[in-house]
């Protein structure tokens, strides 16, 4: 196999592991930023190194469009053409497929859209969506699934589960790479016994890994963890957990305690943008007048950015400086990315509920 999962450490559900690929190791858990088009916003790979960024998701609907898969595979693949050695994980493309088209029409074979770019009508099914990402040539790809926007009639929630089922079925009979890693995505809505049914089906599949997909996608917390709960109790103990779309602290920190190993989210970096930092104390917006001539730094732990002060990074936000966004994007992702690593000595400790009552505290 292309992927392996050893697990290291738990304490109740949660758990210190670590996945080995042809490329090397991730520790877990992790916190994974998204690099929609090739990079993730305002950073380069230096920064990636600086930060300990262990895994960067590539978009396959937006690298298939610009600069095409076709031409990445020409230039020796997605690593080659990022000059990144470190891990990535490609996405199948289907939720950009469906929330940036209003018109996508779907049928059992796939889905036809238009490009965001030129408007060309495209058609996309399972099949294509793994032949694009081996040509992308990441260390781990997703099946093409379905992933209806909450809340949903239940008949809807119940096709995009069935549809997804089937076409993980077809995704893995034409996946060739073998160091590449094919993951299949649990669908299923806020319903645990949809969610039970949806990991029993992909597990039977035997699959390296498994994403939990269609979740922080429009229901409340509070409805998320039984579903997530049902569907990890149903998959494989010896293969990585990987919950989709998910990035606040909160989420992370629960999902953790439930048996998640891998999360990813443009979340971190979109705050970044928009003038709010994720701190030892909570949320914090920039661009409050409050922060004009306040000389403290974010946060005194943040080696990313606590050489500069509040004032001085509202005043770059205010004038629509870019260095503003970065330094705040390398604020951001080094929190979470040491969320994740504090969250991972925590297990090891044996500590992880007061870890995690602890953080809650400071974000509920």
């Known amino acids: 196999m292309s992927l392996t999962y050893e697990l290291l450490a738990s304490d109740r559900q949660a758990r210190r592991g670590r996945i080995t690929t042809p490329r090397g190791v991730i520790e877990t858990p992790v916190f ?27 978009n396959t609907y937006h690298l298939m469009l610009r600069p095409g898969a076709e031409t990445i595979d020409a230039l020796g693949g997605i690593h080659s053409f990022t000059s990144w050695d470190g891990h990535m994980l490609t996405d199948s493309g289907g939720f950009q497929v469906m929330s940036l088209n209003d018109n996508a029409r779907v049928d059992d074979d796939g889905v036809t859209f238009t490009s965001i ?30 992933c209806p926007a909450l809340p949903a009639p239940e008949s809807d929630v119940l096709r995009a589960m069935e549809r997804t089922h089937e076409w993980a ?7 060739q790479r073998n160091d590449q890693a094919l993951f299949g995505i649990v669908q299923g809505g806020i319903d645990p016994v949809l969610r039970k049914q949806s990991a029993e089906v992909l597990a039977s599949m035997e699959f390296p890994g498994y994403g939990i997909g269609g979740l922080s996608v429009g229901e409340s917390h509070r409805e998320m963890m039984p579903a997530l709960s ?43 943008r928009h003038g709010t930092v994720l701190t030892s104390q909570g949320k914090l917006n920039l661009k409050n007048a409050k922060h004009a001539r306040d000389d403290q730094p974010l946060d005194p732990l943040n080696p990313m950015s606590n050489g500069f002060s509040r004032a001085y990074l509202r005043h770059l936000m205010m004038v629509k400086e870019p260095t ?17 690593e504090r969250a991972r000595t925590a297990i090891e400790e044996g500590r992880y509920e007061s870890f995690r009552l602890e953080t809650l505290k400071t974000w509920a």
């Open 32 to 58: 994974m930023p998204v690099g929609t088009r090739g990079a993730v916003v305002h950073l380069d790979q230096s920064d990636y190194l600086k930060l300990g960024i262990e895994v960067v998701l590539g």
């Open 117 to 146: 770019y030129d408007g060309q009508k495209l058609r996309f099914t399972p099949e294509d969506a793994v032949r694009t990402q081996e040509q992308l040539g990441a260390d781990i790809q997703m099946t093409l699934d379905v």
């Open 169 to 175: 079925a077809r995704a893995k009979a034409v996946h």
């Open 230 to 272: 049902a569907a990890i109790a149903e998959l494989p103990k010896d293969s990585p957990r990987y919950l989709m779309g998910v990035g606040d602290p909160v989420r992370i920190v629960d999902a953790i305690s439930v048996g998640v190993d891998m999360f990813d989210c443009v979340l971190p970096t979109r705050l970044a």
């Open 324 to 340: 503003a966004a970065r330094i705040a994007t390398l604020h951001n992702l080094w929190f979470l990315v040491d969320l994740v």
